[in-house]
């Protein structure tokens, strides 16, 4: 377990890349690939955002039609501009549909286009273009904006979206799972900032550690497409990719939930029970607490702070510190995991002997 762990922050350190990771990418993208299948009532099931020009392009018919053609027309129906053979009906061994394929990666004609199947009524409009899924990949990086927590969204980022700052949390307790002698419980501290979780308004060093890996490794794999990408959030134009911007969000953030003395990660900064069903400027005003230490959200942490010791290095300029305070971070993290599992390892061994 212990040599894993060296692996996975050695490739944050810039030796090799991960496979869980990859792994954790693929089953996400599956995941949202198979929810938008079922979404699709039309019997013409496609990638309805779009396709490159020239990219592959293929539809899966899931009903019969009427005969073994197709046709991609204007979105009007008024021209035809492609016409294909449907592939031989096809069946699979994980469910009932039996589909047939349809393939236009043939069409290289840019606009938005249906297709046609006779007898079935036609598919929803998508678009051919050399960057299908640009207002996509806006839409996602300015997402995480929508998420801040301590801070007003203002109209002109946020749009009909604005609110007033939700949980300020400049004063959150050492949780009695979390205290020490040099922290016990109720000491104060201070952990703003960061993103809100999926479905509650607490913040987690966990799920939010994969998600920077994913923002910090699509602009490391794409650093020229990235720097040119704005979302308009309030840091936009200060000579810093947005998406470096809004993950610095997040990552000062992470680290105020190190405990300074040892190194150790809180899990999380959370109320005692989930806000209701409100805005986060009218959530409960009851005491937000970290909580216990964990060995998962200090190694997350350490993967995290050290890829970004190795991003944010080319930014010094900008952030004078932020580098070099993320490396030491970062193995000051992993020192407290591995000491962590030694001491757990031995007091196992006593006990088995006892």
């Known amino acids: 377990m212990i040599s894993g762990k060296r692996t996975v922050v050695s490739y944050y350190l810039g030796i090799q890349i991960p496979y869980f990771m990859r792994t954790v990418t693929c089953f996400a993208l599956a995941c949202l690939l198979s929810f938008v299948a079922h ?30 053609v197709f ?17 031989a009906e096809r069946p699979s061994k994980y469910s009932s549909t039996r589909v047939r394929l349809a393939n236009f990666s043939g069409l290289q004609q840019q606009g938005t286009f249906v297709l046609r199947a006779p007898g079935l009524p036609p598919s929803y409009p998508f678009t051919i273009s050399d960057a299908p899924y640009h207002d996509l990949a806006k839409a ?8 801040r927590a ?27 799972s979390a205290a020490d002698d040099k922290r016990p419980e109720g000491t104060v501290i201070s952990s703003p900032g960061g993103w809100y979780d999926a479905g509650d308004y607490n913040k987690y060093i966990v799920n939010s550690g994969i998600t920077m890996y994913m923002l910090l490794a699509a602009y490391e794999d794409f650093p020229a497409y990235f720097g040119q990408l704005d979302v308009n959030i309030p840091e936009s134009g200060n000579g810093v990719p947005d998406v470096l911007d ?5 990552l000062r953030w992470m680290l105020t939930m190190q405990d300074p003395n040892d190194g150790g ?18 959530a409960s005003k009851s005491p937000r607490f970290v909580v216990k230490k964990s060995l998962t959200a200090s190694y997350d942490f350490a993967a995290v702070m050290a890829m970004a010791a190795r ?24 020192e407290w995991t591995e000491n962590t599992l030694r001491r757990t390892s031995a007091t196992a061994r006593w006990k088995s002997t006892a």
């Open 39 to 68: 979404a699709q009532l039309n019997a013409v099931r496609l990638n309805q955002i779009g396709f490159y020009t020239g990219g592959p392009k293929v539809a899966a018919i899931t009903e019969k039609p009427a005969s073994d």
């Open 265 to 282: 990660v809180y899990h999380k900064c959370t109320n005692a029970e989930f806000d209701r069903m409100v805005m986060p400027h009218q």
């Open 246 to 250: 809004e993950a610095l969000y997040n």
């Open 150 to 176: 301590s801070m007003p969204l203002e109209e002109k980022y946020a749009g009909k979206w604005k609110r007033p700052a939700g949980h300020p949390d400049t004063r959150v307790l050492v949780h009695a």
């Open 71 to 87: 046709f991609i027309t204007t979105a009007d129906g008024r021209d035809t501009v492609f016409r294909g053979a449907l592939q």
């Open 311 to 334: 991003i944010y290095v080319k930014y010094d300029k900008f952030f004078p510190g932020l580098a070099d305070s993320c490396r030491k971070a970062a193995l000051s993290a992993f």
């Open 140 to 147: 996602v990086i300015k997402g995480f904006y929508f998420q």
